[in-house]
Nanobody, 120 residues
Framework: VQLQASGGGLVQVGGSLRLSCAAS????????MGWIRQAPGKEREFVAA????????YYADSVKGRSTMSRDNAKNTMSLQMNSLKPEDTAVYYC??????????????WGQGTQVTVSS
């Protein structure tokens, strides 16, 4: 599975971003999909995930209530809408796939990262 992330950028505190991921080269619909992030000097951490059928979503406590996951298996795409962004959301965000995501893990496949910077 190849994953291509887009949508990062520079945003002010309280702003919004939509991260998108396009998948190819595999049976996209059979994988749990999600996002992980890595801030400078920190380990990669789970952010959010959605099951293969789009019926269940999972969020880290740090983004819960201000983020929404969605996926479109017909288009092989997935998105994460993030609102009320905080400086601590600053990180490189990676699109990920794999069963461990629904348990808060970091997945088995990753795309290239996209930088999200939240300025105060």
């Amino acid at each position: 599975v190849q994953l291509q992330a887009s949508g990062g950028g520079l945003v002010q505190v309280g702003g919004s971003l939509r991260l998108s991921c396009a998948a190819s080269g595999g049976t996209f619909s059979s994988y749990a999909m999600g996002w992980i992030r890595q801030a400078p000097g920190k380990e990669r951490e789970f952010v959010a995930a959605v099951r293969w059928n789009g019926g269940n979503t999972y969020y880290a406590d740090s983004v819960k209530g201000r983020s929404t996951m969605s996926r479109d298996n017909a288009k092989n795409t997935m998105s994460l809408q993030m609102n009320s962004l905080k400086p601590e959301d600053t990180a490189v965000y990676y699109c990920a796939a794999g069963p461990s995501l629904v348990a808060g893990g970091t997945g088995n496949y990753w795309g290239q990262g996209t930088q999200v910077t939240v300025s105060s």
